[in-house]
Nanobody
Framework: QVPLVESGGGLVQTGDSLTLACAPSGGTSSSGVMAWFRQAPGKEREFVAVNDWSRRRTYYADSVKGRFTISRDNAKNTLYLQMNALKPEDTAVYYC????????????????????WGQGTQVTVSS
């Protein structure tokens, strides 16, 4: 069973908005640190944004700063990624990730920090 399940991907046009959602499967509670990564065709998976609930901090990749917003609804046990002003270069499979650890600041953007992943949701932005 995949520990996390993403939804909300789709095909949009340049400048459009899209909201992704991620929730733990099997009724488990969400972790303190949850993040979004993405992987474009032929490229490595890269960090997009992270929400560290317990420390009330969020961080973004420079490429999405000012356009994307990561948020969490603990009542719904769901992580969101609001994506505005989408560009063709945002086209990728978007993955949700979480960790039950206590990562230091410098490790929040690293793939190996996260032990739980979703199956990914495709976002395609046409020009």
């Amino acid at each position: 069973q995949v520990p996390l399940v993403e939804s909300g991907g789709g095909l949009v046009q340049t400048g459009d908005s899209l909201t992704l959602a991620c929730a733990p499967s099997g009724g488990t509670s969400s972790s303190g640190v949850m993040a979004w990564f993405r992987q474009a065709p032929g490229k490595e998976r890269e960090f997009v944004a992270v929400n560290d609930w317990s420390r009330r901090r969020t961080y973004y990749a420079d490429s999405v700063k000012g356009r994307f917003t990561i948020s969490r609804d603990n009542a719904k046990n769901t992580l969101y990624l609001q994506m505005n002003a989408l560009k063709p270069e945002d086209t990728a499979v978007y993955y949700c990730a979480s960790t039950r650890g206590n990562p230091i600041l410098s490790s929040l953007r690293r793939i190996e920090t996260y032990e739980m992943w979703g199956q990914g949701t495709q976002v395609t932005v046409s020009s």
